[in-house]
T-cell receptor, first 114, second 114 residues
Framework: GESVGLHLPTLSVQEGDNSIINCAYS??????FIWYKQESGKGPQFIID?????DKRQGQRVTVLLNKTVKHLSLQIAATQPGDSAVYFC?????????????FGKGTSLLVTP | ETGVTQTPRHLVMGMTNKKSLKCEQH?????MYWYKQSAKKPLELMFV???????ENNSVPSRFSPECPNSSHLFLHLHTLQPEDSALYLC?????????????FGNGTRLTVT
């Protein structure tokens, strides 16, 4: 079946460096994508989203890139800080029985070292 | 404060017990969701309610029974659970249930079935 997946289960970066977290998707009909951050003991927190009519979207210290040709999504975090340590999930909307629902990847654990 | 409140935060129950998880959203959203998060697995969509009507039941066993009395409240009634049902149960809400708006999650209920 079609699914969302992540290339790397863990990523370790030094404080101050930029981080890039990648996500592959296989559902060509998906037209909406989201990145979430989940810290220990908390629910997923919305970071940034992008629609399929865009290639790039920027937020505060974060940028999401969408490459529809190769079905690839990435999250870039500038000047990574210790507080960025968390698990990051990408999600795509999929056509379900009721219309559309969000399908999540397994997650990448980001560890920021001093 | 996430805008989505879940209670209890932790629950331990025996296989013959009946319990309920509660979720309340303060965001004025029209759609609410139950997701299951198990270790090393992607978030699994369980149920979707849009405008208080259940629009998705993602092949969830009948020992899980959702209830949405109004657009702000969502319950998950549990009975005769199995140990493999132990997981983090996350409630979320969104502006609408089309899969094209961000989900806002609560911090979850950590369920342990003994």
């Amino acid at each position: 079946g079609e699914s969302v997946g992540l290339h790397l289960p863990t990523l370790s970066v030094q404080e101050g460096d930029n981080s890039i977290i990648n996500c592959a998707y296989s559902n060509s009909a998906s037209d909406y994508f989201i990145w979430y951050k989940q810290e220990s003991g908390k629910g997923p927190q919305f970071i940034i989203d992008i629609r399929s009519n865009m290639d790039k979207r920027q937020g505060q210290r974060v940028t999401v890139l969408l490459n529809k040709t190769v079905k690839h999504l990435s999250l870039q975090i500038a000047a990574t800080q210790p507080g960025d340590s968390a698990v990051y999930f990408c999600a795509e909307n999929i056509n379900s029985n009721s219309g559309y629902a969000l399908n999540f990847g397994k997650g990448t654990s980001l560890l920021v070292t001093p | 404060e996430t805008g989505v409140t879940q209670t209890p935060r932790h629950l331990v129950m025996g296989m013959t017990n009946k319990k309920s998880l509660k979720c309340e959203q303060h965001l004025g959203h029209n759609a609410m969701y139950w997701y299951k998060q198990s270790a090393k697995k992607p978030l699994e969509l369980m149920f979707v309610y849009s405008l208080e009507e259940r629009v998705e039941n993602n092949s969830v066993p009948s020992r899980f029974s959702p209830e949405c009395p109004n657009s702000s409240h969502l319950f998950l009634h549990l009975h005769t659970l199995q140990p493999e049902d132990s997981a983090l149960y996350l409630c979320a809400s969104s502006q609408e249930g089309t899969g094209r708006s961000p989900l806002h999650f609560g911090n979850g209920t950590r369920l342990t079935v003994t």
